[in-house]
């Protein structure tokens, strides 16, 4: 579109318009309302419905408004005789096999083709086929999935959901079959939409104008007039998504929406942002406090249970001292809450043995990004991908951990001519569509990234006025890379030497390119010094201060970016200020009225050891299952079995709320007021969906109420006024209220009530450590902990699916998550499968130094050779029985991505 003004005369006015834009959206910038029926922004703009069509001084006949671009002095009537008799006569033929059965139909009262036929008076039209309108339903290759419902009968092929699955989600799973007459929105050769690539985010069914395509679990819930909505934000992944959330008269969401002018995910949502709402209608919601007795849980009052709690706290740090005791922060719930419950740790209890399950996925983030740096969050904006001409994604199965910013990435690949590097030992759907995918082995990311570099070196690629400028150790680095040559580098890994050269040119070369990873890189015991190289690549490159470069580590969790801002971690407060820094901690007595400990506390991956050693005698848990998540559960039980004390705060009975003394009865994500820091830094604004459980309470309410029992009170009145108090003393919040976040939130660091955010960080190189220069670490190569061996042969990797989250209490209380995949499984190569004489879906047995689970073989072509995958959701077979706790000697993160295992067919 030109910045060209030209001049335009619409129903006899005159208008300035750019050059270059459509009549639709000339008509619409003027205030002009044109019918459209097939027309999606950006999504479908073909202009087969005809229902757009204007008059154009001068052309022969009638134009679509939708397609025709503005010229200088077009005259245009947007209404006349001839152009609604054509919008009348182009919706009578969209309505000649549509049934009309609108008072049955759950797309009634948000069915454009209705509203369109109630504007033109049309109750029946001249073209109706009766006999096709009235034989159905039909039968269709749509059926056996349990997510999306097709009517053929009351579809118009308008191919709005043949384009968002095309330019939405980038999958093409449907097109148009057949011709003609018989024409028909279908699956390649008709199969079954689940043998197809569709990957179930109902792109298609919130693009379809009318009710050929609902959300099967919709179905019979409710009119879109009865239903309440309330736009609020997905409660998965770390993305963000912003999603308008249905909620009928029984108080049970039954629907969700992206919304459209979102600029965070720009209405897409994944197949968990659709349906995954679900969990929070489910008879399994905890609604009243449980006291155990005798091994059984008891019915207990608030009371009583917030009485016995704070007595047995008490007790148990007068007894041992306030560092016998844990608590757990949560990626699950909101800064507000995480803010409270750090502070109760802190200023009630007496310790800093205070963590949240980002130790588990993005703890060496914060101590790799924050030591090269000087900032432990991602650089720049979901927004920003479509300004990269590289995108460098390792360790990162983002289709499935993160798939609306997967969609982004291959939208930018295909629409714009991106490059794409995948780094992954799995063939994941991205290495499938990249340009150069690097199959290396789990656990020699340092070796790949040192090889990668030295090539960038030894090419004379690196950007020597960047490094001079803006960073410090690069010759100490140079030292460490030059040991890497490309053939050891290409033994450690596995990879082709030629791969891994033309990757580094690649990325090297672009004036553009931008780093992604997930756990894949953070989950080992040289987790810190993975993210040091991922940074060390960015540095040398110079790839990183502007728009489309930079380092993004995407959160795995809602808010496992706001729960560490919040100072849920054991070795600092909001903010990242440091607990053994005097200044920061006087500043934080001051506020809080009380004397705070001055030493680092405990992670989380210390409390098992901690508790069975009896040095943990007490955990105070907010939304946290670590009996599902941590490495080596079995070991961790027995931990958790010999505190004398447990207390969980949750929204269901989950297997570490099942061991508790009390547990508290929570408010979900999407019954509550707060906020969540999403991956980008974006802090948005949580509105509540529906009512929560007449009994439970909101998190921060729960920890407050304990807290003012034992004599420290919290009289906060809502999570507004938390948010108001932690901004006070937090400069990167400091300007950011929940007044402020009503549209489209913003991102830290935001230090000043008119600051409008902060959109890239360390822009032109000005970095946030104290010299205001990047470090460029030397990182040398370390085995994983634990390798493949005779007895052993084979690589254990787990991680994520699409279809679930976390330890499955939520998703797996979502019935149609849960029925299409309702149990666990392992991915095994056709070649090792072959050499086991296993079959896909044969029973097997995965056996580790600690322990076994059996489970489903899938016979697939995404892992690597001797690599195997098992993902953490099922407590059927929960994969963490076999990996290893071997911990990050910075981090303390656990290593989930490589462990030794076994195999064996089950007879």
């Not at 504007?119 to 749509?142: A, N």
């Not at 680092?600 to 069975?612: I, Y």
Request: with cysteine; proline share 4%.
């Amino acid at each position: 579109m030109s910045d060209k003004l030209i001049l335009v005369k619409i129903d006899g006015k005159d208008y300035q318009f750019s050059q270059g834009i459509t009549i639709l959206n000339a008509c619409k910038i003027a205030n002009y309302d044109i019918p459209t029926l097939c027309y999606l922004e950006n999504i479908a703009e073909e202009g087969s419905c005809g229902m757009c069509v204007v008059e154009v001084k001068g052309a022969k006949t009638l134009q679509r408004a939708c397609i025709i671009k503005v010229t200088e002095g077009m005259e245009i009537t947007t209404e006349s005789s001839a152009v609604r008799e054509a919008r009348k006569l182009n919706l009578e033929l969209a309505l000649a096999h549509h049934p009309l059965d609108c008072m049955t139909c759950d797309a009634d009262g948000d069915c454009e083709l209705q509203e369109l036929a109630y504007e033109f008076g049309i109750k029946r039209s001249q073209f109706l086929d009766e006999k096709e309108v009235f034989e159905y339903p039909k039968e269709t290759s749509w059926d056996s999935n349990p997510f999306i419902q097709f009517d053929p009968q009351k579809c118009i092929l308008c191919r709005r959901c043949v384009d968002a699955c095309e330019s939405q989600a980038i999958v093409e799973a449907i097109g148009i079959g057949m011709r003609g007459y018989k024409s028909t929105v279908s699956t390649p050769f008709n199969l079954p939409l689940e043998q197809t690539d569709c990957q179930f985010c109902a792109a298609c069914v919130q693009a379809c104008p009318v009710g050929a395509l609902v959300e099967k679990p919709r179905v019979g819930k409710g009119k879109i007039f009865n239903l309440e909505k309330t736009d609020t934000i997905c409660a998965y992944c770390g993305t963000g998504c912003e999603v308008t959330l249905y909620r009928d008269k029984k108080n049970d969401l039954v629907l969700a929406r992206g919304i459209d002018d979102s600029i965070v995910n720009e209405g897409r949502l994944c197949v968990k942002g659709r349906y995954g709402y679900e969990y929070v209608n489910s008879k399994d919601r905890l609604t009243t406090p449980l006291i155990k007795e005798n091994g059984k849980f008891r019915e207990a009052t608030w009371e009583e249970a917030i009485e016995y709690t704070s007595k047995r706290l008490l007790e148990i740090k007068e007894k041992y001292g306030p560092d016998a005791i844990g608590v757990l922060g949560s990626s699950r719930c909101t800064n507000e809450d995480n803010y409270v419950v750090q502070k109760f740790a802190r200023a009630v209890i007496g310790t800093n043995n205070v963590d949240n399950c980002a130790r588990l996925c993005h703890a060496s983030t914060i101590a790799g990004l924050g030591k090269a740096l000087g900032a432990a969050a991602a650089t720049n904006p979901i927004e920003d991908i479509k300004n990269a001409d590289v995108m460098f994604v390792i360790g990162s199965n983002m289709t499935e951990t993160h798939p609306v910013i997967s969609q982004f990435i291959k939208e930018n690949q295909r629409k714009r001519g991106a490059k794409l590097i995948v780094c992954d030992p799995r063939k994941t759907d991205l290495a499938k569509v990249s340009d150069i995918h690097i199959q290396h082995y789990p656990g020699t990311d340092v070796a790949l990234l040192n090889g990668t570099m030295k090539v960038i070196v030894d090419k004379g690629l690196v950007n020597k006025e960047f490094i001079e400028a803006h960073t410090e150790g690069y010759d100490e680095f140079v030292k460490i890379v030059s040991k890497y040559d490309i053939e050891t580098v290409s033994k450690i890994t596995g990879v082709d030497k030629a791969l891994i050269e033309k990757a580094a040119e690649m990325y090297a070369t672009a004036p553009n390119a931008t780093i992604f990873y997930t756990m894949g890189i953070t989950q080992h015991s040289v987790g810190t010094d993975n993210v040091l190289s991922v940074a060390n690549l960015a540095l040398v490159t110079g790839h990183i201060g502007r728009e489309g470069n930079g380092i993004n580590p995407l959160r795995g969790q809602a808010n496992v970016q706001g729960a560490c801002d919040m100072g849920a971690l054991p070795d600092v407060y909001t903010g990242y200020q440091k607990v053994i820094d005097p200044a920061s901690r006087e500043k934080f007595e001051k506020a809080w009225r009380v004397k705070l400990p001055d030493k680092a506390g405990m992670p989380v991956t210390e409390f098992g050891d901690a508790a069975l050693s009896g040095k943990l005698k007490a955990i105070f848990a907010m939304g946290e299952n670590p009996l599902m998540t941590e490495p080596d559960i079995k070991h961790v039980r027995k931990g958790f079995e010999n505190l004398e004390f447990l207390a969980v705060q949750e929204i269901f009975l989950s297997e570490t709320a099942e061991l508790a003394d009390v547990v508290f009865p929570s408010a979900a994500a999407y019954e509550k007021e707060g906020t969540f820091t999403n991956t980008e830094r974006r802090v948005q604004l949580l509105r509540p969906a529906r009512e929560k459980p007449i009994n439970a309470k909101f998190d921060w309410e729960i920890v407050s109420l304990v807290s003012t029992k034992i004599g420290y009170p919290m009289k906060y009145k809502n999570a507004d006024e938390i948010m108001d108090e932690l901004a006070k003393l937090t400069p990167s919040y400091a300007g950011i209220h929940h007044f402020r976040l009503e549209q489209s939130g913003i991102q830290w660091p935001c230090p000043t009530d008119d600051h409008e955010g902060t959109k890239i960080l360390h822009y032109g190189g000005n970095f946030k450590r104290s010299n205001g220069k990047a470090f460029i670490a030397p990182v040398e190569y370390i085995k994983a902990k634990e390798l493949p061996d005779k007895e052993y042969p084979f690589i254990l990797t787990t991680g994520r699916i699409l279809y679930h989250y976390h330890s499955g209490n939520e998703s797996r209380r979502v019935k149609v998550l849960d029925t299409f995949v309702p149990r666990n499984y392992i991915e095994i190569s056709k070649e090792d499968a072959e050499s086991l004489k296993i079959n896909n879906k044969d029973s097997v047995r995965v056996s580790t130094r600690r322990g076994s689970i059996d489970l489903e073989a899938r016979v697939s072509d995404k892992p690597k050779k001797s690599v195997v995958f098992i993902s953490f959701h099922f407590r059927e077979a929960a994969a963490n029985i076999l990996t290893n706790a071997a911990l990050d000697p910075v981090s303390k993160i656990p290593e989930y991505k490589v462990a030794a295992c076994k195999i064996e067919k089950i007879k």
